[in-house]
């Protein structure tokens, strides 16, 4: 899609910074964990080398004092990175000291090297970067914390909520500084809430704003000038849309996250089914990801044509290299030739087309195994309050009821459609929840999943006599019109965010539901004209009066997105939908992508007891190595020589003709002991070659710090 990758950003200001340290001299790259899989993400090492780095380290682990050459340190603001740090220049394990932070540092940590005396003298550059955040895709960022949401929600974390919306509100502002945006904030404010959490948006949105305007006092660059105009950033929680997360979603991407046994961590694998791998596909976890071109063009198609686009698109792909249409016989030198410069680039294009058909089969296969259009039909009419002619639907509780008791539909599935049966009601007697439970014959604890949802804002229990209106828990749900395609029938729900972005990009989403952190300065701005307006300079904005829409080649306004308590592959599809029909940059960030399974674990999580959580607030603190404390020993002296006086008799009788040992052995044995001299190439072969290994293994350790996939 059109508009600026994060990722592209991200990696910009990662080389830039290292670049800007460049004094013509070498330098090591001072690298901990966290920051390792941060730039590990977006740049490559080879990227890192060529900016005169001539080696990557971890500062946790074990390294040579190197007194001769700078380091650039890019840490993460943590208690136990500065433990580690301070150990460092206490040693003055380098000669001079480059200092980034990855984020804010706390107000005390910089206290801390403030007072350092050896700080004052080592350190000859400091900045934050605010790149704390991990680019998913081109416009989809996550902070990988899928504690995020039982923090937010679980009422034994209360106390957490406070610290942890700080956290989430530096990240936020991270991402803003990042694209130089200084936006209007906007956030969701639920009407009528009966949930605990209903006023998580407004806090965090006021801490955004907060920090945000911290960081434009203290930075008078920020924001940058542009022409672009002035973004939004609009604050949601999972509350927004409680039926997004449990829909069977037919589109490539958030098909195969729900029915595919992906593995995901710091990046997403995939190995092929074994009847997929028996027809020539590789049998190993391949990758998936923005490096994938065949992903990033399907991966929001709908599974009704991805088939036919996808064979279309590998013909087409073979057409363009035609030099492979008879890669058996080749007949001239300039053919071959020509095979074996396109050979890595085919190769290539040929390997990602068979990982996605066969994914694209081993998903299909799962859809027909588990009767998935019989129940996505029944979900469809729950989630729009329409059936398939859009008209009121009649008989969904024995629809519902025949598909729990079929046993061909599986348990998860049986769950996820009684709790849309739920929200559908706003709520049930106990005694029909009871009913719905044995016809699924699901375990007693799935009941804890359903109850838990109250949590979220849910009406579960209704009484006999219960005159209160139906919820709307899918916001601003409008009048669906009907279309031709086929697959509409299984695909008519639209999550609740890509009506806030259609309303909002219009200059019609309801301030109310909505409201701005700053009203009595952003209200205006906010509506139909925000798009014309520069963050660069509003006062001097020209009239616009006579435009009735922006021109494509003007720089796009940017939308931003936060999702508290993760986010779907649904709605990261509606943000890239939105960007492309209504001429606007929607970037979506959260905490941590959702699939149907892991939200159900989550939210049945909200009652356990908070010990077997294992939040990271509740595990012990990082410490700083002891080894970096330790007192560096002095090298040990060489040892004196030591002559044996041997009687020649002796000598004589140790002595074997032809026996090799007397020529690579004196016999007194002095050799052995003798100190080589440091820099000598007459020190014999033994040391130059161990000196080559030790080379060859620190060269190796170089080029491999990243590693490979975890």
Sequence with gaps: ???????????????????????????????DGESRKLIHGVVGEDDILALNVSNIEQIEERRPTNKEMDAVYLLSPLPHIMDCLMADLERRRYRRTFLVWTSLLHPDLQARLDRSAMAKQQIVYASVLNVDYYPRESHLITFRDPWSFPTLFHPACNHLVRRHMEELAQKIVSLCVSLGEYPTIRYHNPQKPSHEASILCSHLARFVQTQLDQHAKYNTDFPPLSSRPRGVLIIADRSLDLFAPLLHEFTYQAMVHDLLPLTEGDKIYYKPSASQAGKGQKDKDQEIGEKDSVWVKFRHLHMKDLLDEMVKDFNAFKAQNPQFADSENPTTINSIKDMLAGLPKFQQGKEAYSLHLSMTQDAMNVFQERRLA??????????TGLDEDYKKPKNLADQVIRLLDDDAIEFPDRLRLIIQYLLYRDGLLPTDIQKLLAHARLPAQDSEVIYNLELLGAHVNRALKDSRPAADYHFGKKEVQPQASDESGLSRFEPALKVVLEDHCRGTLDENIFPFTKPHLDATEGLIGQEHVSQASLRSAKPTWARTRPSTTEPRQRVMVF?????????????????????????????????????????????????????????????APDHLFEKEMPAPPPPAPSYKTQAPVEGMQQMRINDDRTHRKPINGTHQHQP??????????????????????????????FGSKK
Excluded at 374 to 383: F, T, W
Aim: glycine share 6%; hydrophobic share 35%.
């Design 1 to 31: 899609m059109a508009g600026t990758s994060v990722i592209s950003i991200q990696q910009n200001i990662i080389l830039e910074t290292i670049r800007g340290t460049d004094l013509g001299e070498w330098k090591v790259l001072i690298l």
């Design 374 to 383: 019989d129940i996505a039909s029944v979900e469809q009419s729950l989630a």
């Design 563 to 623: 999702m508290a308590g993760g986010a779907t592959y649904s709605e990261s599809r509606a943000c890239y939908e939105v960007s492309q029909s209504l001429n606007k940059d929607v970037y979506l960030s959260t905490s941590h992508m959702l699939n149907p399974s892991l939200y159900l674990r989550q939210v049945g999580d909200l009652s356990v007891d908070r010990r077997r959580l294992d939040l990271p607030a509740d595990r012990p603190q990082p410490r």
């Design 676 to 705: 080589s001299p440091p820099q000598s190439a007459s020190s014999a072969g033994g040391r130059l070659v161990k000196d080559k290994d030790r080379e060859g293994e620190k060269k190796k350790k170089k080029h491999n710090f």
